[in-house]
């Protein structure tokens, strides 16, 4: 099984001969899948099914938009745009070493001093962040995992 936990990010792929680009911290791969698709894989490698953990996020952090998806307590996907957004974005939530408000965009850290900028507002992505780490202590709380 590949070991997600190391993952960065996910992004939909702006190159015409893949659809998801996928960030590790030494390199950068394509996958000709489209991301949903990417992420039902990796959820899957798991044993985890993406609706179910999106369910369970929502009740737990009483949230509808941008819900992070829990994988492992290594592994914690933010979605960083709307869901309508063309190009999309999913952080590992645990490799994010800090977040900076950089003019109007939101400058990420990853703890392998990789860094993201996205154009999204610096108090939405950094709540977003804190409650995708909570997620962590309210699964294992209420025995979920």
């Not at 009740?59 to 869901?83: A, E």
Request: hydrophobic share 40%; with cysteine.
């Amino acid at each position: 099984m590949h070991q997600y936990h190391d993952l960065l990010y996910l992004q939909t792929s702006t190159d015409p001969h893949s659809q998801t680009m996928i960030q590790w911290p030494d390199k950068k791969e394509f996958s000709t899948q489209a991301l949903p698709h990417v992420l039902k894989s990796i959820l899957k490698l798991y044993l985890r099914d993406i609706k179910l953990q999106r369910e369970t996020a929502k009740r737990l952090l009483n949230i509808n938009k941008r819900v992070p998806l829990y994988v492992c307590d290594q592994l914690v996907l933010l979605p960083l745009k709307p869901q309508r957004a063309t190009i999309q974005y999913y952080v590992n939530a645990i490799n994010i070493h800090h977040i900076e408000h950089h003019g109007t965009h939101t400058k990420i850290h990853f703890v392998n001093q990789h860094t993201l900028v996205i154009d999204e507002p610096y108090a939405l992505i950094y709540r977003k962040w804190k409650e995708s780490i909570a997620l962590i202590h309210f699964i294992k709380l209420h025995c979920f995992i």
